[in-house]
């Protein structure tokens, strides 16, 4: 259950900015990974942790065959799961009305607002924090941020601007060095 503390009916936070420093593998030359990210919502949830809630401007994708829906999924679902990379490793700053509450994720959920008059919902369940899955689903976020984050490293040393591709992310900050 929530915390007596917790804002009942309100989001525990709305556009957050989160930080965290990643580690990277020092014997690849990387400089450190701070990773930074601006959250639309975090909501408490009944039984404990917090939903990660982000509002999409547009339609939610059209359903295809079932491989290229879960590729949809898994890079839509991507920036929320650096949201719940960022929770898990403290980037949050902790407000005394959060007393008790588990900040760790249990859910995913992008809101497209672009779906007619009540908008379309998709939830995605993140496995059990206290489980060997949740940890594995972090890693595995973690490990694709620290590898892009050395092909970026690399293409810098090149010093070639124009070999760099921007990742398909539109969030990402990337397209900040070449814009897509």
């Known amino acids: 259950e929530l915390s007596r503390n917790a804002p009942k009916g309100e ?8 930080r965290a420093q990643l580690p990277t593998e020092p014997a690849f030359g990387l400089p450190a990974l ?11 949830l009944p039984g404990g942790g917090v939903a990660i809630v ?30 719940a990379l960022l ?3 403290g980037g ?3 407000s005394p009305h959060w007393e008790g509450l588990e900040l760790r994720a249990r859910r995913l959920r992008l809101l497209y607002l672009g779906g007619g008059s009540a908008g379309v919902d998709v939830v995605e369940e993140l496995p ?16 694709e941020l620290v590898a892009l984050w050395g ?30």
């Open 11 to 18: 989001p525990l936070a709305h556009e957050a900015w989160m």
């Open 34 to 44: 701070e990773l930074v990210g601006k959250v639309d919502r975090l909501d408490g």
């Open 54 to 83: 982000d509002y999409k401007t547009g339609k939610a994708p059209r359903a295809y065959s079932a491989a290229t829906d879960a590729q949809i999924r898994r890079k839509s679902f991507f920036q929320l799961r650096c949201y």
């Open 87 to 89: 929770l898990a490793r």
């Open 92 to 94: 949050l700053r902790a």
């Open 128 to 143: 059990h924090p206290d489980s060997g899955e949740y940890e594995a689903e972090l890693a595995q976020t973690e490990a």
């Open 151 to 180: 092909e970026i490293a690399s293409l810098v040393r090149r010093g070639d601007p124009r070999a760099f591709e921007p990742c398909s992310r539109k969030f990402c900050s990337c397209h900040e060095l070449r814009p897509i």
